[in-house]
C-alpha cells in the first residue's frame, strides 16, 4: 500500500529564504506524483506535475525534483515572499484509475 | 474554461438530515473524484466517478453515503442521516478522458458542519 510522508510538518522563514519542503512515497511505481498549494479554508490548486520519466519541473520560481529510486520528491521555492505561506502537499496516484494518496502537508509561514 | 465548481460552499444541516453536495467538472473532463478532509487530517479519497458509472468506491463508508455522476448534470455525493462526524471539507476533482496521467484540477470545497 502506498503511503506518501512530508517533513516538515511546518515550516517558518523569513521573506527572501529559499524553501525546501520534502515528500517520500514507499512504493516507486509512481506514474507521477504532483504538488498542490492550500490556502485556510480554500480548495488545492495544482502547482505541478512531474511525470514518472522527468527528473524535475519548474514554474517561476517553483521547481520539483522527482527521484523514484530512493522515493523522493522535493519542492524549492526560491526567494520566498509572505504570499507564499500556505500548506503545500504532495500526492501520487495509488492505483491505475489515478485516485491520489495525500501526505499530510508542509505548512509554511513566511514571515515579512 | 470555467474550474471545477462545487456548491453549496458552505452547508450546515442537523443530525438526522440528509446533505447533498454538487461537483460541475470542467468542460471536457469526464472523471469525477471525491475527497474528504476532516478537521486536522489530510485529503482522503472517497470514490471515482466517471459518467453513469462507479468506477472505485472503496474510500467511501459503507452506510449513508451515496455518489452518481449522470449522463446529464453535476455529480452529487449524497450524506443521508448526518451525524457529527461527517463535518468536514469535501472536495471533488476532475480530470479529463486519459485519467492516470493528468493534473487533478480541485473545487473549492463544501464545508459541511453538522450540528
Known amino acids: 500500500k502506498q503511503e506518501v510522508t512530508q517533513i516538515p510538518a511546518a515550516l517558518s522563514v523569513p521573506e527572501g529564504e529559499n524553501l525546501v519542503l520534502n515528500c517520500s512515497f514507499t512504493d516507486s511505481a509512481i506514474y507521477n506524483l504532483q504538488w498542490f498549494r492550500q490556502d485556510p479554508g480554500k480548495g488545492l490548486t495544482s502547482l505541478l506535475l512531474?511525470?514518472?520519466?522527468?527528473r524535475e519541473q519548474t514554474s517561476g520560481r517553483l521547481n520539483a525534483s522527482l527521484d523514484k529510486s530512493s522515493g523522493r520528491s522535493t519542492l524549492y521555492i526560491a526567494a520566498s515572499q509572505p504570499g507564499d505561506s500556505a500548506t503545500y502537499l504532495c500526492?501520487?496516484?495509488?492505483?491505475?484509475?489515478?485516485?491520489?494518496?495525500f501526505g499530510a502537508g508542509t505548512q509554511v509561514v513566511v514571515t515579512p | 474554461n470555467a474550474g471545477v465548481m462545487q456548491n453549496p460552499r458552505h452547508l450546515v444541516r442537523r443530525r438526522g438530515q440528509e446533505a447533498r453536495l454538487r461537483c460541475s467538472p470542467m468542460?471536457?473532463?469526464?472523471?469525477v473524484y471525491w475527497y474528504r478532509q476532516l478537521p486536522e487530517e489530510g485529503l482522503k479519497f472517497m470514490v471515482y466517478l466517471q459518467k453513469e458509472n462507479i468506477i472505485d468506491e472503496s474510500g467511501m463508508p459503507k452506510e449513508r453515503f451515496s455518489a452518481e455522476f449522470p449522463k446529464e448534470g453535476p455529480s452529487i455525493l449524497r450524506i443521508q442521516q448526518v451525524v457529527r462526524g461527517d463535518s468536514a471539507a469535501y472536495f471533488c476533482?476532475?480530470?479529463?478522458?486519459?485519467?492516470?496521467?493528468?493534473?487533478?484540477?480541485f473545487g473549492p470545497g463544501t464545508r459541511l458542519t453538522v450540528l
Open positions: 512531474i511525470q514518472s520519466s522527468q
Open positions: 500526492a501520487v496516484p495509488a492505483d491505475s484509475w489515478g485516485k491520489l494518496q
Open positions: 476533482a476532475s480530470s479529463p478522458p486519459s485519467g492516470r496521467g493528468d493534473t487533478q484540477y
Open positions: 468542460k471536457g473532463h469526464s472523471h
